[in-house]
């Protein structure tokens, strides 16, 4: 699950930056910016549902309450920042996109943090282990 994660984050990333980098060049055609958009809410969606059962993993039997409060956490968050990115909206798509891939650099210095600072593993593995008997 990390793997895919890790993955869909960075692809997230590269994307977002990359349609900031086009926006910036000039209005994208609709075909470009919807296939850009396309894939990055595609990728959002599985960094969405696979962090959260990621970061509820150790919980256990508390996991329902941990929703509870990691939905309404990332709700308030996603909202004020989602807000501040809009009043940036100046008739084009280069808030949307900067904001996607400023935001997609802040996940992947915390993801980075979290994961002791390596992407694509789990935090437990020991590089000595078989590679057969590793998390996925």
């Known amino acids: 699950m990390r793997r895919i994660s890790h993955a869909a984050l960075l692809i997230f990333t590269a994307l977002s930056?990359?349609?900031?980098?086009?926006?910036l060049?000039?209005?994208p055609d609709f075909a470009t910016a919807y296939s850009i958009f396309t894939i990055v809410l595609m990728m959002f969606a599985v960094i969405a549902t696979n962090f959260t059962a990621i970061s509820l993993e150790p919980m256990g039997n508390l996991a329902g309450t941990a929703t509870a409060i990691t939905g309404f956490v990332s709700t308030t968050f996603g909202a004020?920042?989602?807000g501040l990115v809009g009043q940036m909206f100046n008739g084009t798509v280069q808030p949307l996109f900067g904001g996607f891939a400023l935001f997609g650099l802040v996940t992947i210095a915390a993801t980075l943090w979290a994961e002791?600072?390596?992407l694509f593993t789990?935090?437990?593995?020991s590089?000595?282990?078989d590679p057969g008997t590793a998390h996925f």
Do not use: M, S, T
């Not at 930056?17 to 926006?23: C, D, S, T």
């Not at 789990?122 to 593995?125: F, L, Q, S, W, Y």
């Open 17 to 23: 930056a990359l349609g900031f980098v086009i926006a």
């Open 25 to 27: 060049a000039g209005k």
């Open 80 to 82: 004020i920042l989602g």
């Open 116 to 118: 002791n600072g390596k």
């Open 122 to 125: 789990h935090p437990g593995d």
């Open 127 to 129: 590089p000595q282990l």
